[in-house]
RNA sequence: GGCGGGUUGGCGGAGAGGUUACGCAGCGGAUUGCAAAUCCGUGUAGACCGGUUCGAUUCCGGUACCCGCCUCCA
């Protein structure tokens, strides 16, 4: 079987990937906090991890695969949108707010990230029906030690884990040195980090035996993933951002509440996105969400391509010259599968390449090779190739939707065949009868109207661009 | 200050210590009524300075510049 290869955060090295159990092999990724639409760079771990996902799938076999991505659901931020709405004179109770704040956004990410092709883990769980846990496991935290409670806080005791900082290369008397450091009068040491902390009665909370009050932000991952995939684990995701120090306080929490297991064997960081060049932020006017890309017509495919594009541990630079580029090729390759039957044996290059550490870009590459062997061969051959070829882009998430050729769809959509056959037809009589002033003329207008015409052997044949606009062919009538 | 990523031909972007990456654009050709699409051919790349080596863009050291994280962030 092919062997996968995975480069580990923890180890800073790229490893042969052993599955601690080939019939359950688990992932954990961090997913998003819900108080609004995702922007393209909460895009980027999803697609990767998707992806790894995918080729997890295919070479141990779905149901051996355990894929859990949370949602943040308690968090200052939704808080805040809540209290927002509260302001603007909605008389309902904060808590029902803040439930329907959260439900609206997983709505929302949900049907973003189906656009651009992922497919929905196994387990999403929400970190406000995880609270149970959360509480059980600092309470073990504090008997073993590791934490202690202070006016209605509960801090980790950063100095009792020897190992704290391993995974992001720091040590702890660095980071305090570096003085970015928060300090309040209740911590032992500037570096312990909240796990529990008090609400006020406008804030959401939940009884503890430390009072009233919600969880700190790391705790929630530790214990929704020991109770999905067990102490142990494969695989754990997010962006290099996350590394520090919500991946830090993760393993600190872990490691010291179940010393049984190793939680995460394999930590995958992607790196982060960047827009034309620069960070992606609202100061810069360059920041926008998937939704804002989708509206303005980029296919979901097409940002999708366009991610994978880039190795996932190097900066991706989101441009508009690449989006175009991508279409483009997505374009010729639906073409090529057009009415295509999916074969369930994908190209083992493209498999190699993607166990490879996830090596999209070089995927990509052979794609190319493979999409020009479709293009070459004829009859049968060119059938059984181009079957293969898209059963190669599931791996991918792409062409998921050409199976009955997004052409005819759209051409149904726009209700616009019945016109396109006359106009085609047209043109053929205008050929048949050589006259190549109205041939040309007819064309033309249809290349005008996005409609691009390929003359061949047996006649007119036309494909839609992504240019195409029906009214101008309306106009045509 | 600490930690990390990057620098490859016009643009994007990989692998490999020595032999063509690949895609887009360009150029030449085939094909075509003309086109389009496609196919074939075509690129004196590897920030800079040292080192290792028979040989480095690829390994090692240093310099410069760009980007990010260390605070909510994927």
């Known amino acids: 079987m092919t062997k996968i290869t995975l480069t580990n955060s923890k180890t800073?090295?790229?490893?042969?990937?052993e599955p601690i159990d080939p019939n359950n092999v688990r992932m954990y990724v961090c997913g998003p906090t819900v108080y609004d639409r995702a922007h393209l760079g909460n895009a980027r771990p999803v697609i990767v991890f998707d992806v790894l996902y995918r080729l997890l799938r295919h070479l141990y076999g779905g149901e051996h695969v355990t894929y859990v991505r949370n949602f943040t659901d308690v968090d200052d931020k939704i808080n805040a949108e809540a209290q927002r709405r509260k302001d603007a004179g909605d008389a309902r109770p904060l808590e029902e707010l803040i439930r329907e704040r959260t439900d609206e956004t997983i709505a929302w990410y949900h049907a973003d990230m189906a656009a651009l092709g992922n497919l929905v883990p196994d387990h999403e769980p929400r970190a406000t029906e995880y609270i149970g846990q959360m509480i059980a496991m600092i309470s073990d935290l504090i008997g073993k030690g590791h934490a202690y409670a202070k006016k209605g806080h509960v801090l980790f005791r950063v100095r009792s884990y020897e190992a704290y900082g391993a995974l992001s290369g720091r040590s702890v008397d660095d980071m305090i040195a570096g003085a970015r450091v928060e300090v309040a009068p209740f911590k032992e040491d500037p570096m312990d980090f909240?796990?529990?902390?008090?609400s006020d009665a406008d804030l959401p909370g939940w009884d503890s035996p430390w009072g009233r009050g919600r969880p700190g932000w790391h705790i929630e991952c530790s214990a929704m993933a020991h109770e999905l995939l067990g102490a142990s684990f494969d695989i754990h995701g997010g962006g290099i951002d996350l590394q520090f120090p919500h991946h830090e306080n993760e393993i600190a929490q872990s490691a010291c509440a179940h010393p049984e297991g190793e939680f995460a064997r394999v930590w995958m960081h992607n790196e982060m996105l960047q827009v034309e060049g620069r960070k992606m932020s609202k100061s810069?006017?360059?920041?926008?969400?998937v939704r804002d890309l989708l509206d303005q017509g980029?296919?979901?495919?097409?940002?999708?391509?366009?991610?994978l594009s880039t190795h996932y541990s190097k900066?991706?630079?989101?441009?508009?010259?690449?989006?175009?580029?991508?279409?483009?090729?997505?374009?010729?390759?639906?073409?090529?599968?057009?009415?295509?039957?999916?074969?369930?044996?994908?190209?083992?290059?493209?498999v190699d390449a993607l166990s490879d550490d996830l090596n999209t870009s070089l995927a990509i590459t052979r794609l190319h090779a493979h999409a020009r062997a479709v293009e070459t061969a004829s009859g049968n051959e060119r059938k059984e190739l181009a079957a293969r070829f898209l059963g190669t882009l599931e791996l991918l998430g792409i062409g998921?939707?050409?199976?009955?050729?997004?052409?005819?769809a759209i051409e149904a959509a726009f209700e616009t065949t019945a016109l396109l056959d006359r106009l085609t037809q047209r043109l053929e009589d205008a050929r048949a009868a050589k006259d190549w002033v109205r041939a040309d003329a007819i064309k033309a207008s249809l290349v005008d109207a996005g409609v691009q015409v390929m003359i061949g052997q047996d006649g007119v044949k036309r494909v839609l661009t992504p240019d195409f606009d029906p009214a101008k062919l309306e106009a045509l009538k």
């Open 315 to 350: 900066p991706m630079d989101w441009t508009e010259a690449k989006a175009k580029a991508a279409r483009k090729t997505l374009a010729h390759w639906q073409e090529l599968t057009d009415k295509a039957e999916r074969s369930r044996r994908p190209h083992l290059d493209v």
């Open 194 to 198: 909240v796990l529990w902390k008090p």
């Open 400 to 408: 998921e939707d050409w199976r009955d050729g997004v052409r005819i």
């Open 298 to 307: 980029f296919p979901g495919e097409v940002i999708r391509f366009v991610m």
């Open 284 to 289: 810069l006017g360059n920041f926008f969400t």
């Open 12 to 17: 800073r090295q790229k490893e042969p990937f």
